[in-house]
């Protein structure tokens, strides 16, 4: 056997089949990573969405509690339909106060915007008591 023929047996069974696993090993620790990479990024972005839900709500709620709820209890008015025209106000402003993008992720994340917003105005009204 001449060496050529030695060094090509070498190159077909030994170094090519440990090149393609080698290739093949890193791509996928490259998808791991990116895969990871990802789901950190929705972590975070669910993160930012969840504190910007909780301060818009604490605002909404202030706010309601300063231009309509104290107005009312000063008259000594303030009833059940009133208790609920506030939440509704806080929950519409709420809304109002959160961007577009941190409502859907939220959306996208829970399926339930509308009943985190509504958690959230029950704990800003006990809070602000």
């Given at each position: 056997m001449e060496l050529?023929?030695?060094i090509t047996i070498i190159i077909t069974t030994v170094i090519i089949p440990l090149l393609t696993w080698g290739?093949?090993?890193l791509t996928n620790l490259a998808d791991a990573k990116i895969e990871q990479?990802?789901?950190k990024t929705v972590r975070d972005a669910f993160a930012e969405a969840r504190i910007e839900l909780e301060e818009a709500v604490f605002t909404a709620v202030s706010e309601t509690q300063q231009t309509f709820v104290e107005a009312l209890k000063v008259d000594g008015q303030f009833t059940a339909d009133?208790?609920?025209e506030a939440f509704d106000k806080?929950?519409?402003r709420a809304k109002?106060?959160?961007?577009n993008s941190g409502m859907e992720?939220?959306?996208t994340a829970t399926g339930a915007l509308d009943a985190l917003i509504t958690a959230q105005i029950e704990k800003a009204i006990k809070e602000l008591k």
């Open positions: 050529n023929e030695i290739v093949k090993t990479i990802k789901n009133d208790a609920k806080s929950f519409q109002e106060i959160m961007s992720i939220i959306e």
